[in-house]
């Protein structure tokens, strides 16, 4: 919670689109108060010139900005609106008790001390005065009024969209930020990444000493962990500029230096930040780095460029869980502006609902806009907000949002260089055929009726994951069926390679039978990088750092009874001397993805694949054997329940090889299942 700023505040005229915006005056003397005025405005007061050129524009948001700066720059001496024209500001708001004083409409007044330290260095530029105003948050809107609140976070993505700039504050310079503020700067223009790979390597202070510490410092600013920056950047787009003390970047340059780091030095990073530390263990924590190209990159170009391309439910979970909030419910109210239209209209800031309630509220609402059971695929009894198991708990911590399968795949093939990573939002498996959801919801919203049909029962579970770096082998529960629902030995091979990939490769696309060298996969890096060198092999053999993930599983797992026979016996060490690089980058790289945050499984049927696994949790309500294998009408993927009653609980979506795209409506056509209605609680 914000401090509360100033008790007299206006109510704002919804209809006239009324929000408050302040200018600062410049030039604040050292150890003075800083002076500001806070004003009330329409975002629908445009001057004549403005509505002229809107009204032959097919743009929106975004892009409309950019055309008109780029057609009446420099734009502020243009303004769009009569009283002017604005930016807005994306910062940390900081701890609550550490304020300092303004003069805010001639009365002092407490602010957070970011804020302050902000505004002050924004004063010294005279920039937003006159007018040109600011739109800050803890200033603009009534913090104490909890409608106006719920109103004002409606419009965030207009405000964000449609400012002129969004200056984000980073905080004052300190750790020698400007260094890290120069290196991205420097790398940004950089080519012939191969070649500065080399010389970094030969000569670690090829780019100054201690330029690469200061960058880590730099990302690990709190900035970066703030859930609300996240759609502010998007929505600004390329007309976001980053401030650190006096020093600033702008967006899309700054992303272009992560993107090379990422594209060409990742593998030399850790070393360079150690020899700067003189200390060998030293290693990049790299949320914000991922957080900056996988996500604000490309969302934020798709911002610029098409006005937006809208995230599934899952996305937008994972980018909840990308950045803290100080309240659980803002995980949803957060991210509102990243929400396709017609989903945002049916979404209400309500601070008066717990937690639990916004979740299964979000939940239905996408269930009942898309038409669709897919939500329930977020779903699972590991949360601990409380919210149905059918609907996703947006703190969970153990979602892997390199898990899914819209994310490009690791790797050097599949994206030009000097582009972000690319968002797919297709749906990539059809479980229910061409049947559609028959779903109602309880009049508190808590309960969800659906339509469907038990298909199977969980039997053999392969070691648990314990974190990102180790599995458990006593955690492993041996199949006791001897079933075979792939009929033969080599559909079981088959059957096995596929859902070590989930049948699924680049782009989305199913996998064929090249892909089946998977199994020819050595089950160390040792033995695997003799032979990535002598074929020639330069960035398999470049992943010593992340082989682990295929070697550890393979070992933990090794013993584990497959059709009678322990799961190594199926796996080969030798690499073909023809073999392909680009097939065996895909085949790894699509394992790595298949493999995070599920657990390897067989069915009382004889079928193979994998259910969600909490890796970052405790054993307790994760799948075990007997938990039903259910085919929700509706929903793209089977969904593992277990009976609670009268009712049932969602323990997570599946993959289930032979039952991905439909097939088991022919199990219900023949008898062999039967549909029911499933009451998930």
């Known amino acids: 919670m914000a401090v509360a700023v100033n008790p007299s505040y206006s109510s704002l005229n919804e209809a006239e689109d009324e929000i408050r915006l302040v200018t600062i005056s410049p030039c604040t003397p050292r150890g003075s108060l800083i002076h500001c005025t806070l004003e009330t405005v329409s975002l629908r007061a445009f001057t004549a010139k403005y509505q002229t050129f809107a009204s032959h524009s097919s743009s929106t948001g975004r892009k ?10 420099p734009s502020k001496e243009e303004p769009r609106f009569i009283w002017g024209d604005y930016a807005a500001l994306s910062y940390v708001w900081g701890s609550p008790t550490d304020t300092r004083l303004i003069i805010l409409n001639d009365r002092e007044v407490p602010i957070q001390a ?5 505004l002050r260095a924004l004063s010294t530029r005279a920039e937003f005065h006159g007018s040109y105003k600011l739109w800050i948050d803890a200033l603009c809107i009534n913090q104490l009024d909890i409608q106006e609140r719920s109103h004002q976070i409606g419009k965030m993505k207009m405000i964000y969209s449609e400012a002129l700039s969004v200056v984000a504050w980073l905080g004052e310079e300190a750790d020698s930020s400007d260094s890290a503020i120069a290196l991205l700067q420097f790398l940004s223009q950089a080519d012939c ?12 202070e090829y780019l100054g000493v201690g330029c690469w510490s200061a960058l880590h410092e730099l990302m690990g600013r709190s900035y970066w962990y703030r859930l609300w920056i996240i759609q502010e950047v998007i929505l600004g787009s390329c007309s976001v500029v980053l401030r650190c003390g006096r020093v600033s970047i702008e967006w899309s340059a700054f992303c272009r230096g992560v993107g090379f780091l990422f594209e060409y030095l990742w593998t030399v990073k850790d070393g360079l930040m150690a020899k700067e530390r003189d200390d060998p263990q030293s290693v990049w924590s790299t949320m914000s780095l991922h957080l900056v190209f996988r996500d604000l990159w490309a969302l934020s170009r798709n911002e ?6 809208f995230l599934s439910f899952g996305q937008l979970l994972d980018l909840a869980q990308s950045g803290e909030s100080q309240d659980s419910r803002d995980k949803v109210y957060g991210l509102v502006g990243m929400m396709e239209p017609v989903v945002a209209r049916n979404v209400v800031a309500d601070y008066t609902l717990p937690a639990y309630k916004v979740f299964a509220a979000i939940a239905k609402t996408y ?5 669709n059971l897919d939500p329930i695929r977020e779903g699972n009894s590991c949360g601990t907000s409380g919210s149905p198991t059918w ?10 949002r390199h898990s899914r399968l819209v994310v490009d795949i690791w790797g050097p093939f599949w994206r030009p260089k000097g582009m972000p990573p690319v968002f797919r939002s297709a749906m990539q498996y059809c479980a229910s055929g061409n049947r559609v959801m028959d779903a109602s919801f309880s009049d508190d919203g808590l309960l969800l009726t659906c339509r469907g049909f038990v298909v199977d029962e969980v039997d053999g579970l392969g070691a648990a994951e314990e974190g990102y770096f180790s599995w458990e082998p006593g955690s492993i529960r041996q199949p006791k069926s001897d079933k075979n629902a792939y009929i033969s030995n080599e559909g079981v091979v088959e059957a096995l390679w596929r859902t070590l990939i989930s049948d699924r490769v680049a782009g989305g696309v199913r996998a064929n039978e090249r892909h089946r060298i998977i199994l020819n996969m050595p089950s160390n890096f040792h033995i695997a990088d003799m032979q990535f060198r002598r074929l020639g092999w330069t960035w398999l053999s470049n992943q010593g750092g992340y082989y682990f993930r295929w070697s550890r599983w393979r070992l933990a797992n090794r013993n584990f009874q497959l059709m009678g026979k322990p799961l190594d016996h199926y796996f080969s060490e030798a690499i073909p001397d023809n073999a392909s690089e680009y097939d065996y ?12 945050g599920r657990r390897f499984l067989t069915t009382m049927d004889g079928r193979l694949g994998w259910g969600t696994d909490n890796m970052y949790g405790t054993r307790e309500n994760q799948i075990e054997s007997g938990d039903k294998i259910a085919i929700v009408l509706g929903c793209s993927t089977p969904i593992v329940i277990r009976p609670y009653g009268s009712h049932f609980r969602v323990l997570g979506e599946a993959y289930i090889h032979g039952l991905m795209d439909g097939e088991a409506l022919g199990l219900l056509e023949l008898g062999e299942c039967k549909e029911q209605d499933f009451i998930f609680c």
């Open 64 to 73: 409309q900005v950019l055309d008109w700066k780029q057609a009446h720059s």
């Open 114 to 118: 970011n804020l302050e330290v902000a």
């Open 193 to 204: 990444g191969e070649v500065l790979e080399q010389r970094l390597r030969e000569d670690p």
């Open 304 to 309: 610029e460029h098409v006005g937006g391309d």
């Open 367 to 371: 269930i009942c806009v898309y038409g």
């Open 391 to 400: 609907a996703a708990d947006w703190t969970w911590t153990g979602r892997i």
């Open 585 to 596: 980058t895909e085949a790894y790289s699509c394992n790595n993805r298949t493999g995070q």
